[in-house]
């Protein structure tokens, strides 16, 4: 079983509607969530990083925590064509050594 | 911001060859990653360091080595190059201790083909 586990898409969403992307992780111990896009052939890019449950809010970005549930989600609002890219979700366990476990990502696509 | 530069965007090697991989960050991070990433396989941990000289394997050592004589460098080496590690090569850098649950910052990657 994967430690962290993301659907891999690709997720279409028409441009203006809320994409919504879902993680789910195994380790009951994990501290740290993360969210990450990368653009084809580029780099990771954080977004998001959340530690509490509930939800916290970044500009259109939404995280939400639920660690009974052990899933972590991100939302994006008034989706561009911009925001076409892969969404991974990464997530710190403790006695990792601060290392992340990343999901396999989640592809999004936008269309005008 | 932090800045985590990669030497190279795109690098061409020949099998056998010994590679070197440079990454430099400006955060004086203490904590420093070595990644590399492939289709259907996603981000795999190759070697960490979370003080100078101090290095720990991560999930795929195998084939590689690391070195860090200064906080804000961490080099990849590729001991003998071979076709299988034709690859994207992330490095990224992170604040804190050992345990330390900031995230971490990536640089562009390096996209390696060995020939």
């Known amino acids: 079983q994967k430690e962290v586990e993301q659907n891999s898409g690709p997720l279409s969403v028409p441009e203006g509607a809320i994409a919504s992307l879902n993680c789910t992780y195994s380790?009951?111990?994990?501290?740290?969530f993360f969210w990450y896009r990368q653009y084809s052939g580029k780099s990771p890019e954080l977004i998001m990083s959340i530690y509490s449950n509930g939800d916290k809010e970044d500009g259109r970005f939404t995280a939400q925590l639920n660690k009974a549930s052990q899933y972590v989600s991100l939302l994006i609002r008034d989706s561009q064509p911009s925001d076409s890219a892969t969404y991974l979700c990464?997530?710190?366990?403790?006695?990792?050594?601060?290392?992340?476990?990343f999901g396999a990502g989640t592809q999004v696509v936008v269309t005008p | 911001d932090v800045k985590v530069t990669q030497s190279s965007r795109y690098l061409v090697k020949r099998t056998g060859e010994k590679v070197f991989l440079e990454c430099v960050q400006d955060?004086?991070?203490?904590?420093m990653f070595w990644y590399r990433q492939d289709p259907g396989l996603g981000l795999r941990l190759i070697y960490f360091?979370?003080?100078?000289?101090?290095?720990e394997k991560g999930d795929i050592p195998e084939g590689y080595s690391v070195s860090r004589e200064k906080k804000e460098r961490f080099s990849l080496i590729l001991e003998s190059a071979s076709t299988n590690q034709t690859s994207m090569y992330l490095c990224a850098s992170r604040g804190g201790s050992l345990g330390s649950n900031q995230p971490q910052h990536f640089g562009d990657g390096t996209r390696l083909s060995i020939l």
């Open positions: 955060m004086d991070h203490e904590n």
């Open positions: 360091s979370y003080d100078v000289k101090m290095k």
């Open positions: 990464a997530v710190i366990s403790i006695g990792s050594w601060g290392k992340l476990q």
């Open positions: 380790d009951r111990g994990s501290q740290s």
